[in-house]
DNA sequence: AAGCAGTGCAACCGCAGATCA
DNA sequence: CTGATCTGCGGTTGCACTGCT
């Protein structure tokens, strides 16, 4: 498995995205779609690699991504998640709709490990401690805001919803309680965890998610097992029929 | 008002698994 | 089966912004 070349380098702009940049790359996935991240820059006429654009896209222009402040709940769900799955940022982000990996990452680096780290676990996250800043002007796109938006954004996301666009494995169990927020408060956590630290072979696993794919792997078991427990607890019951 | 230090976020880097020829 | 390529992920960096002095 060598290395992958990215990008050849030359003639290759990198650094902030401009609007311009933004519209083309848009405009092309929403044309051809993204099969070929690769070919893709080439393709639309972009001056960038194609992971570059694969960053921009899924980190900021896909129109199910949500944009502003965590909210306490997401925050409160980031650290129990992260609690479980360690630095799985994808995965994380896989429970929070509308959230991507980088972001997760950012808010956990920048406020939820240092709150943590100055407080006692148990206490209650709180608001952030800064304002929103203004977004960069480069990093302001307007493309997404013309773009056909997702449920995500017509609700106020202060809970844990799960929704397709985000991951396709969950939401196939989940999709038909799109309209139902699916809230888990803390005292549903507590025993979560304290079943999951307790019990299964999570942690050797590392991937309890990876049992929500497709792939009918017998060790999928009992990470389903753990799910079902999980949807149990937290009253989804109905969902559990499309698993 | 200006300077400085700290913070937040977008983007890059490099690795590893998956897939294809 | 092997090697090349593609994609995805986590860690890190650079810079714009904010708040304090």
């Not at 003639?11 to 929403?30: C, M, N, Q, S, Y």
């Not at 991240?37 to 393709?43: F, I, N, V």
């Not at 449920?151 to 985000?166: G, H, I, R």
Request: aromatic letters at 6%; proline letters at 6%; charged letters at 25%.
């Amino acid at each position: 498995m060598g290395r992958s070349p990215c990008c050849e380098k030359l003639g290759l702009k990198r650094g902030p995205w401009t609007a311009e940049e933004d519209r083309t790359l848009v405009a092309h996935i929403e044309r051809h779609g993204h099969s070929n991240w690769r070919a893709l820059p080439k393709q639309a006429g972009l001056l960038r690699c194609g992971k570059s654009c694969r960053l921009r896209w899924i980190n900021y222009l896909r129109p199910d991504v949500k944009r502003g402040n965590f909210t306490s709940e997401e925050e409160d769900a980031i650290i129990q998640l992260h609690s479980m799955l360690g630095n799985k940022w994808s995965l994380i982000a896989a429970r929070l709709p509308g959230r991507t990996d980088n972001e997760i990452k950012n808010v956990w680096n920048t406020h939820l490990k240092k709150r943590l780290e100055a407080s006692n676990p148990s206490c209650q996250p709180g608001a952030p401690k800064r304002k929103a800043k203004k977004p960069m002007a480069v990093a302001t796109p307007e493309v997404p805001t013309s773009l056909p938006v997702s449920s995500l954004e017509q609700s106020p996301s202060t809970s844990l919803e799960l929704s397709a666009a985000e991951d396709d494995s969950m939401a196939t169990s989940l999709e038909n309680t799109s309209d139902e927020e699916f809230q888990i408060d803390d005292s549903f956590w507590s025993e979560t965890l304290a079943m999951t630290v307790s019990g299964s072979g999570m942690e050797s696993s590392g991937d309890p998610f990876a049992a929500d794919s497709a792939s009918p792997s017998s060790s999928s078991n009992e990470e389903m097992d753990f799910w079902v427990r999980l949807f149990i607890q937290s009253g989804d019951v109905q969902s559990l029929s499309q698993i």
